[in-house]
Nanobody, 126 residues
């Protein structure tokens, strides 16, 4: 059974930075492509970033492109989301997610992912 545990959320001022981490346990980490989604109060969960299993190719939502960077360390079973130049509209619960669909890159729908973490709150004050 795959388990995902996020950490690194918190309160930051606009323009600041945070780095989220997500550890996958229970299965071979390199078998899974990973993603980050977020959900603000009263809004649907939305795609933020995704990374492939081995090559580490990334894709980003337009709203975070150039500010957020997703990476993975297969030796540590961990993915990261470095968030810079944060804006109040980035405030949300951030979720780590994983899927094992071979040959599918940059999936952006919640239904494409098989496993989810519990989420970590990011709050950006103006």
């Amino acid at each position: 059974q795959v388990q995902l545990v996020e950490s690194g959320g918190g309160l930051v001022q606009a323009g600041g930075s945070l780095r989220l981490s997500c550890v996958l346990s229970g299965r071979t980490f390199s078998s899974y492509a990973m993603g980050w989604f977020r959900q603000a109060p009263g809004k649907e969960r939305e795609f933020v970033a995704a990374i492939t299993r081995i090559s580490g190719i990334t894709e980003y939502a337009d709203s975070v492109k150039g500010r957020f960077t997703m990476t993975r360390d297969n030796a540590k079973n961990t993915v990261y989301l470095q968030m810079n130049s944060l804006k109040p509209e980035d405030t949300a619960v951030y979720y780590c997610t994983a899927h094992s669909k071979v040959g599918r890159v940059g999936l952006r729908s919640t239904t494409d992912y098989d496993y989810w973490g519990q989420g970590t709150q990011v709050t950006v004050s103006s």
